[in-house]
């Protein structure tokens, strides 16, 4: 159980350094409403919702914002109704990028990330041509003073946990499970004392790019171009970073 991916580090702190506390609060009422949609308002029957409500909770989200958005999705108050789409595209360097959006208008939103990719030396591609490449995971981040490495990965092996990162460059050990399991892991885990820093549903791909620093660069534009749109939930690609863009 063992490597690491550089870009998982560099979207956390890009997480860390996101000043526009707004649009994070947005990103998470949209993902709260759709999974109460999709799956019911009870969080204790739905996986999903749980996991939304959680991740509301860590960046410290008021809790009527939570209750209104779940009666929202539930269709309990009005408002837009927002659609799950998936957008799949290239980079420079060919790196694959995969786009996690929630719209209420298709066409304005795949014309701004057509846009966003164009601009920045990117190309927008049709379904299925990258999807291939990313699996549905779940992620735990577990902060190395809540734990020591044998300690978290003897529960880790208990829990059912896939695979467990300890990159020597990071503060975070990074756990991988099953998008099924990952609720049920955190719990085992909280269970044995150890603090969960974050938890999140992520699409993780089977390879990674290696890409030199001009290529790095031209996709972090083309990140945070995407990232800027009010419609996109998240961003996955397949490059590693260079040593020296990762510092």
Known sequence: ??????????????AVTDSRRGK????????????ARMG???PEGNPRLRTAIDKAKEVNMPLDNIKRAIQKGAGELGGAMYEEIIYEGYGPGGVAILIEAMTDNKNRTVAEIRYALTKHGG??????CVAWMFS??????????????????SEAL???????KNDPGDDMYE????????????AHLEKAGIAVSSSEITMIPGNYIEVDASTSNKMMRIIDALDELEDVQNVHANFELPDEELS
């Open 40 to 42: 019911g308002s009870d």
């Open 158 to 164: 208990e829990a059912g946990v896939d695979d467990l």
């Open 175 to 186: 756990l991988i499970t099953s998008a099924e399991d990952m609720s049920a892991v955190k």
């Open 24 to 35: 994070v609060f947005s990103r998470i009422v949209k993902e709260v409403s759709v999974a």
């Open 1 to 14: 159980m063992s490597g690491h991916s550089k870009w998982a580090q560099i979207k956390r702190k890009k």
């Open 123 to 128: 190309t927008l591609g049709e379904s299925g």
């Open 136 to 153: 549905k995971k779940g992620c735990i981040l577990i902060d190395k003073k809540a734990a020591t490495e044998d300690a978290l990965m």
